[in-house]
């Protein structure tokens, strides 16, 4: 492939015919033939409101006639992954694609300010765009994670909506992601402060990215946590500074990064990817539910994917070229689908929903019960199981919903064999059992120092005794909830599992969950200073006054 470059910077700076990359690519992602070979490539220079200049490279087949564009604004750069996941496999379908490299980022000028910048940034370089000759004034949105984060900064407060946003694993307010359960994600926010900060440097090569992983792991354990970045960086993160210093969700510090309440006043179309081990599920399904609620008409997918998982990828890219091409092109080919597609785990099944959670779904309730069993009986009178969760020895965990290391379902052996936690285990069933929605915990828990993290985790134990886990999540605890009197409700990951036939459902009750969460200290310091560690002993009671349980959404 030769690339034909122009003499000036705004110019045209390549002409690409159909390549080996290509193919490979449309192979790669299972998509149909192409409707044209010949892509040119332009260099864009867009101006802030400030002065700023924002570098992008713009997509399209070739032509003069004025398209559509569709919007994507990235902070990992425009390299060859993802000129040729958005750039190339969109224009050679016949979009127009704006690829911006976000302020402070791979070129574009100004500080990298993650997540603050993005609406005003946003807005201006729409107004721009639109404003130019080969757009026809329609915009669209696309792209996943903090791609799809930028789409929300922007797009609902622009006078005339997009013609459609294509949003994969994301949320409309990354303050509650930051912080899930009232306390820092830990090995989330650790891990991405170091990727984007190594990202325009040659240190994140795969040669060494063992030595940076063994930096990170430290980095989790280090303590004070405010100077982590320091051990896995070596260098100070404004990022990481900033989430560890105004640590919990609420604050007036992440005012101006939280858009969920512009969700249900979006009248764009609106298409949704994400996974059942997606760190950003529960807030999409949350914005899922905002706009139904609203009167919307949303599309919505999720299938048994981690975050970044290559087959979330395949299924996003075939959902942006659907929806793009029914509100750009007029092809409504891809709409003729349920607008609720989800994968039921266990049975390795598709479902076709009309809304989320389903109508069809009943409530039922288990309560922990004596000698670590689980049932829907009434427990008896009986006291308290007692644990004492030790900050030194956190303890661990295994699987789930994590951004880095092994995810989605892992034995739970080790953590289960801990003296700081607790299982409860029910009868074997009789009939397949289908968990769909938000399953809810609700425990009466005490702790003798009025501080700690409760953390509750349902797993499924097969017919060999291997137990996995299925949804899990971990709640802060004030001195008023570690108080034992009033249950302390806490939603668990949504999740669509089917328990089959002669396995067992088993309920965790623990005090921590790290790395993935900080330690809990037991003093209420703030996580950027705590040093000092103290042990909590914790009590679970299950009795007829405070009969602590879950509630779970069954299917028939």
Not at 84 to 108: D, E, H, I, K
Not at 156 to 173: F, I, K, Q
Request: with cysteine.
């Amino acid at each position: 492939m030769k690339a034909l470059r122009g003499p000036g910077f705004d110019g045209q700076v390549a002409a690409k015919a159909l390549s080996w990359r290509d193919n490979a690519v449309d192979r790669l992602l299972g998509l149909p033939a192409a409707t044209t070979q010949d892509v040119e490539t332009h260099r864009e220079r867009t101006t802030m409101p400030d002065g700023v200049v924002l570098l992008a490279d713009r997509f399209r087949p070739r032509g003069n006639e004025p398209l559509p564009v569709v919007i994507v604004r990235t902070p990992y750069g425009r390299g060859a992954l993802t000129r040729q996941a958005f750039g190339m496999v969109l224009a050679r379908r016949g979009f127009q694609v704006f690829l911006q490299s976000v302020r402070g980022t791979f070129g574009s000028g100004g500080r990298f300010e993650a997540f603050h910048r993005e609406r005003a940034d946003g807005l201006a370089t729409a107004e721009w765009i639109r404003a130019q000759p080969w757009c026809d004034g329609r915009i669209a949105t696309a792209g996943p994670s903090y791609l799809g984060y930028t789409q929300w900064a922007f797009a609902p407060y622009l006078e005339e909506p997009p013609a459609a946003m294509c949003l994969g694993v994301t949320g409309s307010n990354f303050d509650l992601a930051q912080y899930d359960g009232g306390t820092l994600g830990l090995q989330t926010s650790l891990v991405w402060t170091v990727q984007t900060g190594l990202q325009e440097t040659n240190k994140w090569g795969p040669l060494a990215r063992p030595l940076v992983n063994r930096r990170i792991d430290a980095g989790l354990r280090s303590l004070p946590l405010g100077e982590a970045d320091v051990v896995s960086l070596g260098k100070p993160s404004p990022y990481w500074r900033e989430v560890v210093e105004h640590n919990g969700p609420g604050s007036e510090f992440w005012s101006d990064i939280d858009h969920s309440a512009a969700v249900a006043g979006t009248t764009a179309p609106i298409s949704m990817v994400t996974g059942w081990w997606d760190i950003f599920l529960p807030l999409q399904l949350a914005d899922f539910k905002t706009l139904a609620a609203a009167g919307r008409s949303p599309r919505l997918t999720v299938g048994p994917w981690n975050h970044g998982d290559p087959g979330s990828a395949k299924t996003m890219v075939h959902d942006q070229i659907s929806f793009l091409a029914a509100h750009l092109q007029g092809d409504t080919t891809g709409l003729r689908r349920a607008p609720i597609r989800i994968f039921l785990q266990g049975a390795q099944r598709w479902l076709d929903l009309q809304q989320w959670p389903p109508a069809e779904v009943t409530e039922r309730r288990l309560h922990l019960l004596p000698a670590g069993r689980l049932g829907a009986d009434v427990p008896a009178q009986s006291g308290p199981d007692v644990f004492t969760y030790d900050p030194a020895d956190p303890t661990p965990n295994v699987g789930g919903a994590v951004f880095a290391g092994k995810s989605k379902q892992q034995d739970q052996s080790t953590v289960e064999r801990r003296s700081d936690v607790l299982t409860f285990t029910g009868p074997a069933l009789t009939q397949p059992l289908d968990v769909v929605g938000d399953v809810v915990a609700e425990v009466f828990v005490q702790t003798d120092n009025g501080f700690g993290d409760l953390v509750v985790r349902l797993c499924d134990v097969d017919r060999a005794g291997r137990s996995l886990n299925v949804c899990d999540r971990i709640i802060r605890l004030t001195p008023e909830m570690a108080a034992g009197q009033q249950p302390v409700r806490l939603q668990l990951w949504p999740t669509a599992y089917r328990f089959r036939t002669g396995h067992r459902l088993r309920v965790q009750v623990a005090g921590g969950s790290f790395p993935r969460y900080p330690r809990n200290h037991g003093f209420g310091e703030p996580t950027a200073t705590a040093v000092a560690m103290r042990p909590t002993r914790f009590q679970i009671h299950h009795d007829p006054d405070r009969p602590s349980g879950l509630i779970l959404p069954v299917l028939p």
